[in-house]
T-cell receptor
C-alpha cells in the first residue's frame, strides 16, 4: 500500500497561466476527492469522483477549474487562467465505496505570482 | 447547515504535559460522523479517528483519547504525556451520513516544547 500520491508537490506559476495537478489514489479505492486548503484554514471540499464519474462539485469550483478521472484510477485537476487567489494547497484523498474514512495525499502547493 | 468550531487557534505545552483540543460541531442531521486528523509540518493529513453519532463511547488509543458528548455537541481530543512529535495542526471534521465530503474546522496548532 503506497498511499495517495500527488504530483507535483510544489508549483509556482504566473497569473494567467494554466496548471494541472495529478493525484494517484490508493489502488483499491474507487472514490477520489479534491480539497483546497488556504493558510490557516482547514481543507475545503472541491469535488468528488466515484470511479470515473464526477458526482459532486462544490460552489468553490469555478468555471476555470476542471477535474477528470478518465479511467477511474488517477485524477487530474486543471486550473485555467490562474489568479493570485488560487494560491493554496490542493489536497487529494481517496476512500473505498461505503467507507467515509478518507486517506489524504501530501498535497500540491500552488503559488500564483 | 453544518459547522465545526475549534476555538483554540494555538496551544503550547511543555513535553509530558497533558493537553485537550476542543471541537464543537453543529449539524441538523441525526446521523453523522466525526473525525480527527493530524497535519504535521510535512503537510500530509493523517487520519486519527472516526466516530459515528450513535456511538458515544469514549475511546483510548495509546496516549490519545477522545470524548464524544452529543448533549454538548463536542468531540474533544486529549493527548496524555505529550511529546515533541505531537507538534502539528489538528483538525476536527464532520461528515453527514450519505455525504461524500468532510467539513473541517480551522484547526488547532499544537506546539510541544522540549
Amino acid at each position: 500500500d503506497t498511499g495517495v500520491s500527488q504530483d507535483p508537490r510544489h508549483k509556482i506559476t504566473k497569473r494567467g497561466q494554466n496548471v494541472t495537478f495529478r493525484c494517484d489514489p490508493i489502488s483499491e479505492h474507487n472514490r477520489l476527492y479534491w480539497y483546497r486548503q488556504t493558510l490557516g484554514q482547514g481543507p475545503e471540499f472541491l469535488t468528488y469522483f466515484q470511479n470515473e464519474a464526477q458526482l459532486e462539485k462544490s460552489r468553490l469550483l469555478s468555471d476555470r477549474f476542471s477535474a477528470e478521472r478518465p479511467k477511474g484510477s488517477f485524477s487530474t485537476l486543471e486550473i485555467q487562467r490562474t489568479e493570485q487567489g488560487d494560491s493554496a494547497m490542493y489536497l487529494c484523498a481517496s476512500s473505498k465505496t461505503g467507507d467515509n474514512e478518507q486517506f489524504f495525499g501530501p498535497g500540491t502547493r500552488l503559488t500564483v505570482l | 447547515a453544518q459547522k465545526v468550531t475549534q476555538a483554540q487557534t494555538e496551544i503550547s505545552v511543555v513535553e509530558k504535559e497533558d493537553v485537550t483540543l476542543d471541537c464543537v460541531y453543529e449539524t441538523r442531521d441525526t446521523t453523522y460522523y466525526l473525525f480527527w486528523y493530524k497535519q504535521p509540518p510535512s503537510g500530509e493529513l493523517v487520519f486519527l479517528i472516526r466516530r459515528n453519532s450513535f456511538d458515544e463511547q469514549n475511546e483510548i488509543s495509546g496516549r490519545y483519547s477522545w470524548n464524544f458528548q452529543k448533549s454538548t455537541s463536542s468531540f474533544n481530543f486529549t493527548i496524555t504525556a505529550s511529546q515533541v512529535v505531537d507538534s502539528a495542526v489538528y483538525f476536527c471534521a464532520l461528515s453527514q451520513t450519505g455525504a461524500n465530503n468532510l467539513f473541517f474546522g480551522t484547526g488547532t496548532r499544537l506546539t510541544v516544547i522540549p
